[in-house]
Protein backbone atom coordinates (compact mmCIF):
# COMPACT_ATOMS: atom_id res chain seq x y z
CA UNK A 1 0.00 0.00 0.00
CA UNK A 2 3.03 2.31 0.51
CA UNK A 3 4.23 1.91 -3.01
CA UNK A 4 0.83 2.44 -3.86
CA UNK A 5 1.04 5.74 -2.33
CA UNK A 6 4.37 6.67 -3.09
CA UNK A 7 3.05 5.50 -7.01
CA UNK A 8 0.23 8.08 -6.73
CA UNK A 9 2.21 10.75 -5.20
CA UNK A 10 4.78 10.61 -7.91
CA UNK A 11 2.57 11.16 -10.78
CA UNK A 12 0.42 14.13 -9.24
CA UNK A 13 3.61 15.59 -8.47
CA UNK A 14 4.24 15.15 -12.62
CA UNK A 15 0.80 16.02 -13.64
CA UNK A 16 0.85 19.20 -11.38
CA UNK A 17 4.30 20.19 -12.54
CA UNK A 18 2.65 22.64 -15.29
CA UNK A 19 0.85 24.85 -12.63
CA UNK A 20 4.60 24.38 -10.67
CA UNK A 21 5.83 26.41 -14.08
CA UNK A 22 3.07 28.82 -14.75
CA UNK A 23 2.65 29.71 -10.56
CA UNK A 24 6.33 29.81 -10.07
CA UNK A 25 5.94 32.73 -7.76
CA UNK A 26 2.97 31.09 -5.86
CA UNK A 27 4.41 27.26 -5.76
CA UNK A 28 8.15 27.52 -6.41
CA UNK A 29 9.14 29.16 -2.78
CA UNK A 30 10.88 26.56 -0.85
CA UNK A 31 10.31 23.90 -3.87
CA UNK A 32 14.14 22.57 -3.60
CA UNK A 33 14.00 22.70 0.77
CA UNK A 34 10.90 20.32 -0.10
CA UNK A 35 12.77 17.50 -1.71
CA UNK A 36 15.01 17.90 0.86
CA UNK A 37 17.64 20.44 0.26
CA UNK A 38 17.75 22.37 3.54
CA UNK A 39 19.77 25.01 4.95
CA UNK A 40 22.94 23.83 7.01
CA UNK A 41 22.03 22.66 10.69
CA UNK A 42 24.71 21.20 12.53
CA UNK A 43 22.99 18.62 15.14
CA UNK A 44 25.13 18.47 18.33
CA UNK A 45 24.65 17.19 22.19
CA UNK A 46 20.95 18.86 22.29
CA UNK A 47 17.93 17.27 21.79
CA UNK A 48 15.84 18.73 18.70
CA UNK A 49 12.23 19.52 18.86
CA UNK A 50 10.65 19.84 14.76
CA UNK A 51 7.34 21.58 15.01
CA UNK A 52 5.45 21.42 12.46
CA UNK A 53 2.57 23.96 11.17
CA UNK A 54 0.69 23.79 7.59
CA UNK A 55 -0.14 27.12 7.28
CA UNK A 56 -0.39 30.58 9.34
CA UNK A 57 -4.16 29.27 11.02
CA UNK A 58 -1.66 26.16 12.56
CA UNK A 59 0.67 28.89 13.05
CA UNK A 60 -0.90 31.34 15.47
CA UNK A 61 -2.36 28.12 16.95
CA UNK A 62 1.29 27.04 17.77
CA UNK A 63 1.77 30.18 20.05
CA UNK A 64 1.51 28.92 22.91
CA UNK A 65 2.82 25.83 22.28
CA UNK A 66 5.76 26.83 21.09
CA UNK A 67 6.10 29.41 24.51
CA UNK A 68 5.24 26.40 26.52
CA UNK A 69 8.50 24.39 24.74
CA UNK A 70 10.57 27.15 25.86
CA UNK A 71 10.21 27.81 29.07
CA UNK A 72 9.33 24.00 29.92
CA UNK A 73 12.76 22.80 28.09
CA UNK A 74 14.90 25.67 27.22
CA UNK A 75 18.02 23.60 26.42
CA UNK A 76 16.05 21.96 23.58
CA UNK A 77 16.48 22.86 19.87
CA UNK A 78 13.28 24.03 18.30
CA UNK A 79 13.08 23.93 14.24
CA UNK A 80 9.49 24.94 12.72
CA UNK A 81 8.72 23.50 9.53
CA UNK A 82 5.54 25.01 7.34
CA UNK A 83 3.62 23.87 3.98
CA UNK A 84 2.74 27.06 2.70
CA UNK A 85 4.30 30.09 1.66
CA UNK A 86 1.83 32.38 3.80
CA UNK A 87 2.86 30.03 7.04
CA UNK A 88 6.54 30.10 6.38
CA UNK A 89 6.90 33.92 6.22
CA UNK A 90 4.16 34.39 9.65
CA UNK A 91 6.59 31.85 10.94
CA UNK A 92 9.63 33.80 10.49
CA UNK A 93 8.22 36.94 12.03
CA UNK A 94 6.40 35.41 15.00
CA UNK A 95 9.18 32.91 15.81
CA UNK A 96 12.16 34.23 14.70
CA UNK A 97 13.89 34.27 18.04
CA UNK A 98 12.35 30.45 19.41
CA UNK A 99 13.08 28.86 16.70
CA UNK A 100 16.78 27.60 15.41
CA UNK A 101 15.51 27.57 11.83
CA UNK A 102 11.72 27.81 9.95
CA UNK A 103 12.20 25.91 6.74
CA UNK A 104 9.44 23.91 4.06
CA UNK A 105 8.16 20.87 4.96
CA UNK A 106 9.62 18.16 2.42
CA UNK A 107 7.40 16.85 0.11
CA UNK A 108 6.53 13.27 1.28
CA UNK A 109 8.73 11.05 -1.28
CA UNK A 110 11.04 8.83 0.63
CA UNK A 111 13.72 10.40 -0.33
CA UNK A 112 13.33 14.00 0.48
CA UNK A 113 11.70 12.95 4.03
CA UNK A 114 14.91 11.01 4.85
CA UNK A 115 17.39 13.68 3.84
CA UNK A 116 15.12 15.86 6.14
CA UNK A 117 15.15 13.46 8.80
CA UNK A 118 19.00 12.99 8.90
CA UNK A 119 20.16 16.46 8.58
CA UNK A 120 18.02 17.58 11.83
CA UNK A 121 17.92 14.41 13.64
CA UNK A 122 15.50 14.94 15.45
CA UNK A 123 14.26 13.62 18.41
CA UNK A 124 10.65 14.61 18.35
CA UNK A 125 8.12 15.98 16.14
CA UNK A 126 4.89 17.76 17.19
CA UNK A 127 2.52 17.66 13.89
CA UNK A 128 -0.22 20.51 14.47
CA UNK A 129 -3.67 19.66 13.81
CA UNK A 130 -4.30 16.54 11.86
CA UNK A 131 -1.10 16.75 8.89
CA UNK A 132 -0.88 13.50 8.47
CA UNK A 133 1.81 12.14 5.92
CA UNK A 134 2.53 8.58 5.73
CA UNK A 135 5.83 8.41 4.35
CA UNK A 136 7.29 10.19 6.92
CA UNK A 137 5.56 9.02 9.68
CA UNK A 138 6.56 5.70 8.65
CA UNK A 139 10.47 7.09 7.96
CA UNK A 140 10.40 9.01 11.69
CA UNK A 141 9.31 5.77 13.17
CA UNK A 142 12.16 3.92 11.39
CA UNK A 143 15.04 6.29 12.81
CA UNK A 144 13.17 6.55 16.40
CA UNK A 145 11.72 9.79 15.97
CA UNK A 146 8.68 9.95 18.40
CA UNK A 147 5.81 11.60 17.15
CA UNK A 148 2.41 13.49 18.25
CA UNK A 149 -0.50 14.97 16.64
CA UNK A 150 -1.12 18.15 18.77
CA UNK A 151 -4.36 19.73 18.41
CA UNK A 152 -5.76 17.33 16.24
CA UNK A 153 -9.33 17.14 14.83
CA UNK A 154 -10.59 14.44 12.43
CA UNK A 155 -13.63 15.85 10.79
CA UNK A 156 -16.33 13.38 9.61
CA UNK A 157 -15.92 13.53 5.94
CA UNK A 158 -11.96 12.68 6.79
CA UNK A 159 -13.26 9.90 9.00
CA UNK A 160 -15.60 8.18 6.46
CA UNK A 161 -12.56 8.70 3.97
CA UNK A 162 -9.89 7.13 6.40
CA UNK A 163 -12.89 4.01 6.95
CA UNK A 164 -12.02 3.02 3.35
CA UNK A 165 -8.73 2.08 3.81
CA UNK A 166 -9.11 1.40 7.62
CA UNK A 167 -5.96 -1.35 7.57
CA UNK A 168 -3.75 1.06 5.70
CA UNK A 169 -4.68 3.67 8.46
CA UNK A 170 -3.83 1.75 11.44
CA UNK A 171 -0.71 0.76 10.02
CA UNK A 172 0.03 4.82 9.58
CA UNK A 173 -1.67 6.15 12.87
CA UNK A 174 0.31 2.95 14.55
CA UNK A 175 3.57 5.36 13.99
CA UNK A 176 2.29 7.93 15.63
CA UNK A 177 3.02 8.32 19.41
CA UNK A 178 0.57 10.39 20.68
CA UNK A 179 -2.28 11.82 19.60
CA UNK A 180 -3.87 15.49 21.96
CA UNK A 181 -7.10 15.57 20.14
CA UNK A 182 -8.86 19.10 19.90
CA UNK A 183 -12.14 17.60 21.33
CA UNK A 184 -13.69 14.76 22.83
CA UNK A 185 -15.56 13.58 20.05
CA UNK A 186 -12.23 13.71 17.98
CA UNK A 187 -10.07 11.53 20.30
CA UNK A 188 -12.50 8.92 20.04
CA UNK A 189 -12.73 8.76 16.64
CA UNK A 190 -8.82 8.56 16.38
CA UNK A 191 -9.25 5.81 18.91
CA UNK A 192 -11.50 3.68 16.42
CA UNK A 193 -9.38 4.20 13.17
CA UNK A 194 -6.04 3.61 14.86
CA UNK A 195 -3.66 1.12 15.93
CA UNK A 196 -1.43 1.27 19.21
CA UNK A 197 -1.99 5.07 19.10
CA UNK A 198 -3.06 6.72 22.46
CA UNK A 199 -5.69 9.62 21.50
CA UNK A 200 -6.61 12.04 24.04
CA UNK A 201 -8.77 14.90 24.47
CA UNK A 202 -6.76 17.94 25.55
CA UNK A 203 -8.24 21.50 26.04
Not at 43 to 67: F, I, K, M, Y
Not at 100 to 108: A, G, K, L, N, T
Request: aromatic share 16%; net charge positive.
Amino acid sequence: MFFLYSFLLAVGFILMSPIFLLKREKYASGFWQRLGFLPDFAPDERRVVWLHCVSVGETNAARPLVEELKKQFPAHRLIISTTTRTGQNHARNIFNTEAEIVFYFPFDFKFSVRRALRQFKPDTVLLMETELWFNFLREANKSGVKTAVVNGRLSEKSFKRYSYIKNFIHRVLSYVDLALMRIAFDAVDATIISAGTDAVYSH
